[in-house]
């Protein structure tokens, strides 16, 4: 009855919203035929978006778009989805386009949601394995990968070039760098004038700001060699961020299964292969159901409630999680990976998966289980294009090594980390150069201005992750101050890591990204500091203990900066270094410990001024003490508790 009235002719964007509706009612109708029903829906989806198109109505098309191919792919007609999906996409980049400030980018983001990982899904299904890495690649990370482009880009010849469009680009950016560093700040609540008036004016001169950048990106495309400076990533941007020997796996789960897409060399100088692996043995409501468990009266536990709240709850969630990520979703991986004779691996989790401690995941069944860290070393990357490009073997060698590092900055406002001082001073034993800051000279003045000239960073101190605002989530300090994801972004931190290796955030829930709205953003503090310039950052997933935190960074410095020694290894790069370490610390046993820290004396030798961090050495002591007289050859850290929660973000 409504098309009568609504007719294509006289009123073509009423007629299109009612085909939509006819679509959706259709789609879920229960009477009559299904397949007959199917059929009418994908016929009213394909009318209305004949007046939906992308350029006329962005956010109709994606939202007409997005419904037609969600339809073909619940039927399974993986051929069929692929562009309406692919249409839905390209509306949804529209719309981000369009959108000037953060909060309306990452609004669009999150409208589009996990589109493209079911494109990516569906395309690969039809085997075209390159665009579903492509689709993956251009909506993982956004604003991250958008941000390193800039930084990386060689503006510099750009000055030399052409001066006029340089001083353009410089004066547009940095205008819209400090109107978002305005709307951080601003709280609208407290604005006389209102937050819609206030918000107004930002748009303004924002629009204005976003005109002005918009010519200047042109002026830059037209120069030779600046062709593609911030375009959307084509498939030959991604393969300088493959290593010969650590192929990039992105991983991703839908409600069909799970899907693995390996980007590979099988030689230094040949060119990228690409495989898909599937683990359809894996749903989004399998991942689902470890995160959250539910019961009627709400959420029961499961993964996330144990991480965020570090209750007992986590470790019997880890117990019932990594058998399952192992047999049901990375198995098939791994058998692949060692097909083609890889040892290494840097994963990029989409979604929820990016929560999960993937290496450590339990492989194999019975007698033949192994955790994944144990057969390949396991790193960690937000996307492709955020990754540092890979360097030669000897890139690094000969150059001096200078740690900053803090080390329990807040001993009286909370708890203090009575292994955090030993940590440090230990750690600082490996290097050429060691400027510590201690309890109440960590102060955030104190660190900037210490990290002019460092090439690592070892940050043991409290840390806090907001699931309210990612943007506050930090590092605590002395005297109350914090280091904040919002100082690394927009703050003067942003600019200080160019020379960074590697920052450790040895602190408690330091890798967890936001994950209720935008969990493809991967907006978390290990990001931060990778935006700000480190090539590589160490986070945590969940609250660690003090005590195995101090003995495993030891090690893995040992092992990255003077090699295994016994077992007759080099020095080893920080993913392979991480890794070993980590397996030293879940086997290791308590006599092994003991007659470890007798042998030094370090600890015994050490001399300190303040009773304080007297006590801290003959506590680490007295504790391993502790487990050597209770069961000598007991492994007091094996369970992934202790030594899971440590992921290494970059290379």
């Given at each position: 009855?409504?098309?009568?009235?609504?007719?294509?002719?006289?009123?073509?964007?009423?007629?299109?919203?009612?085909?939509?509706?006819?679509g959706?009612?259709?789609?879920?109708?229960?009477?009559?035929?299904?397949?007959?029903?199917?059929?009418?829906?994908?016929?009213?989806?394909?009318?209305?978006?004949?007046?939906?198109?992308?350029?006329?109505?962005?956010?109709?098309?994606r939202?007409?778009?997005?419904?037609?191919?969600?339809?073909?792919?619940?039927?399974?007609?993986?051929?069929?989805?692929?562009?309406?999906?692919?249409?839905?996409?390209?509306?949804?980049?529209?719309?981000y386009?369009?959108?000037?400030?953060?909060?309306?980018?990452?609004?669009?983001?999150?409208?589009?949601?996990?589109?493209?990982?079911?494109?990516?899904?569906?395309?690969?299904?039809?085997?075209?394995?390159?665009?579903?890495?492509?689709?993956?690649?251009?909506?993982?990370?956004?604003?991250?990968s958008?941000?390193?482009?800039?930084?990386?880009?060689?503006?510099?010849?750009?000055?030399?070039?052409?001066?006029?469009?340089?001083?353009?680009?410089?004066?547009?950016?940095?205008?819209?760098?400090a109107?978002?560093?305005?709307?951080?700040?601003?709280?609208?609540?407290?604005?006389?004038?209102?937050?819609?008036?206030?918000?107004?004016?930002?748009?303004?001169?924002?629009?204005?700001?976003h005109?002005?950048?918009?010519?200047?990106?042109?002026?830059?495309?037209?120069?030779?060699?600046?062709?593609?400076?911030l375009?959307?990533?084509?498939?030959?941007?991604?393969?300088?961020?493959?290593?010969?020997?650590?192929?990039?796996?992105?991983?991703?789960?839908?409600?069909?299964?799970?899907?693995?897409?390996?980007?590979?060399?099988?030689?230094?100088?040949?060119?990228?292969?690409?495989?898909?692996?599937?683990?359809?043995?894996?749903?989004?409501?399998?991942?689902?159901?470890?995160?959250?468990?539910?019961?009627?009266?709400?959420?029961?536990?499961?993964?996330?409630?144990?991480?965020?709240?570090?209750?007992?709850?986590?470790?019997?969630?880890?117990?019932?999680?990594?058998?399952?990520?192992?047999s049901?979703?990375?198995s098939?991986?791994?058998?692949?990976?060692?097909?083609?004779?890889f040892?290494?691996?840097?994963?990029?989790?989409?979604?929820?998966?990016?929560?999960?401690?993937?290496?450590?995941?339990?492989?194999?069944?019975?007698?033949?289980?192994?955790?994944?860290?144990?057969?390949?070393?396991?790193?960690?990357?937000?996307?492709?294009?955020?990754?540092?490009?890979?360097?030669?073997?000897?890139?690094?060698?000969?150059?001096?090594?200078?740690?900053?590092?803090?080390?329990?900055?807040?001993?009286?406002?909370?708890?203090?980390?009575?292994?955090?001082?030993?940590?440090?001073?230990?750690?600082?034993?490996?290097?050429?150069?060691?400027h510590?800051l201690?309890?109440?000279?960590?102060?955030?003045?104190?660190?900037?201005?210490?990290?002019?000239g460092?090439?690592?960073?070892?940050?043991?101190?409290?840390?806090?992750?907001?699931?309210?605002?990612?943007?506050?989530?930090?590092?605590?300090?002395?005297?109350?101050?914090?280091?904040?994801?919002?100082?690394?972004?927009?703050?003067?931190?942003?600019?200080?890591?160019?020379?960074?290796?590697?920052?450790?955030?040895?602190?408690?829930?330091?890798?967890?990204?936001?994950?209720?709205?935008?969990?493809?953003?991967?907006?978390?503090?290990?990001?931060?500091?990778?935006?700000?310039?480190?090539?590589?950052?160490?986070?945590?997933?969940?609250?660690?203990?003090?005590?195995?935190?101090?003995?495993?960074?030891?090690?893995?410095y040992?092992?990255?900066?003077?090699?295994?020694?016994?077992?007759?290894?080099?020095?080893?790069?920080?993913?392979?270094?991480?890794?070993?370490?980590?397996?030293?610390?879940?086997?290791?046993?308590?006599?092994?410990?003991?007659?470890?820290?007798?042998?030094?004396?370090?600890?015994?030798?050490?001399q300190?001024?303040?009773?304080?961090?007297?006590?801290?050495?003959?506590?680490a002591?007295?504790?391993?003490?502790?487990?050597?007289?209770?069961d000598?050859?007991?492994?007091?850290?094996?369970?992934?508790?202790?030594?899971?929660?440590?992921?290494?973000?970059?290379?």
């Amino acid at each position: 009855r409504a098309l009568r009235v609504f007719t294509r002719q006289a009123l073509p964007v009423d007629w299109a919203m009612v085909q939509t509706n006819l679509g959706n009612a259709q789609r879920e109708r229960t009477r009559g035929s299904r397949e007959k029903n199917i059929e009418r829906a994908l016929g009213h989806y394909a009318n209305a978006l004949e007046i939906f198109t992308c350029q006329t109505f962005p956010a109709n098309c994606r939202h007409v778009a997005t419904s037609l191919g969600d339809l073909l792919f619940s039927e399974r007609r993986w051929c069929e989805a692929v562009a309406p999906l692919d249409l839905a996409l390209r509306a949804a980049q529209s719309l981000y386009e369009a959108s000037l400030l953060r909060d309306g980018k990452e609004g669009e983001l999150a409208e589009t949601g996990d589109l493209h990982r079911r494109t990516a899904y569906a395309l690969a299904r039809a085997g075209k394995a390159q665009a579903a890495v492509l689709a993956l690649e251009r909506w993982r990370a956004r604003r991250l990968s958008e941000a390193l482009a800039r930084d990386r880009a060689d503006l510099e010849s750009v000055r030399l070039r052409a001066p006029e469009v340089y001083a353009a680009y410089q004066r547009a950016t940095e205008g819209l760098q400090a109107l978002e560093m305005r709307l951080q700040e601003m709280d609208f609540s407290l604005r006389e004038r209102g937050p819609r008036l206030a918000r107004e004016e930002l748009g303004r001169e924002a629009e204005q700001l976003h005109a002005q950048l918009s010519a200047a990106i042109e002026g830059i495309r037209h120069l030779p060699d600046f062709r593609g400076f911030l375009k959307q990533a084509e498939f030959v941007d991604i393969t300088d961020a493959v290593a010969a020997d650590a192929p990039l796996v992105y991983l991703v789960t839908t409600s069909a299964g799970s899907l693995a897409l390996i980007l590979f060399r099988a030689s230094p100088s040949a060119g990228l292969g690409c495989e898909a692996v599937w683990a359809d043995a894996f749903t989004q409501s399998d991942l689902q159901s470890l995160l959250q468990e539910l019961e009627s009266g709400g959420t029961a536990g499961g993964y996330l409630e144990g991480q965020l709240q570090n209750t007992p709850l986590l470790k019997l969630s880890l117990d019932k999680l990594l058998p399952v990520l192992g047999s049901e979703l990375l198995s098939p991986v791994t058998a692949k990976l060692a097909e083609l004779g890889f040892q290494q691996m840097l994963l990029i989790p989409c979604g929820y998966l990016g929560l999960l401690p993937l290496h450590a995941a339990l492989c194999g069944e019975n007698s033949n289980a192994f955790h994944l860290l144990e057969r390949f070393t396991v790193a960690y990357g937000p996307s492709a294009r955020a990754l540092p490009i890979p360097l030669a073997g000897s890139a690094e060698q000969d150059t001096p090594t200078v740690l900053v590092g803090v080390g329990n900055p807040s001993p009286t406002s909370h708890r203090p980390l009575l292994f955090s001082r030993t940590e440090l001073e230990e750690v600082g034993c490996f290097f050429d150069t060691f400027h510590p800051l201690y309890e109440g000279g960590a102060t955030k003045v104190a660190l900037l201005q210490a990290l002019d000239g460092a090439t690592y960073v070892h940050l043991s101190c409290h840390g806090a992750f907001s699931p309210d605002n990612a943007l506050d989530s930090c590092l605590l300090l002395a005297h109350n101050e914090t280091l904040s994801l919002r100082d690394m972004l927009y703050g003067e931190a942003r600019t200080l890591l160019k020379q960074v290796r590697l920052v450790v955030l040895s602190a408690c829930q330091s890798a967890i990204a936001e994950f209720s709205r935008l969990p493809d953003e991967v907006t978390s503090l290990q990001a931060g500091f990778l935006q700000a310039g480190a090539r590589g950052v160490i986070g945590t997933l969940w609250q660690v203990e003090d005590m195995s935190t101090a003995l495993l960074m030891s090690k893995f410095y040992e092992y990255h900066l003077v090699g295994n020694i016994p077992g007759n290894q080099p020095p080893m790069a920080p993913a392979q270094a991480f890794a070993c370490a980590q397996s030293w610390l879940r086997t290791v046993t308590a006599r092994e410990l003991r007659d470890s820290y007798w042998r030094r004396k370090e600890l015994d030798d050490l001399q300190r001024p303040a009773a304080q961090q007297q006590m801290s050495a003959s506590v680490a002591l007295q504790g391993i003490i502790r487990f050597s007289l209770q069961d000598p050859e007991s492994r007091p850290f094996a369970h992934p508790y202790y030594w899971a929660p440590f992921v290494l973000f970059g290379r």
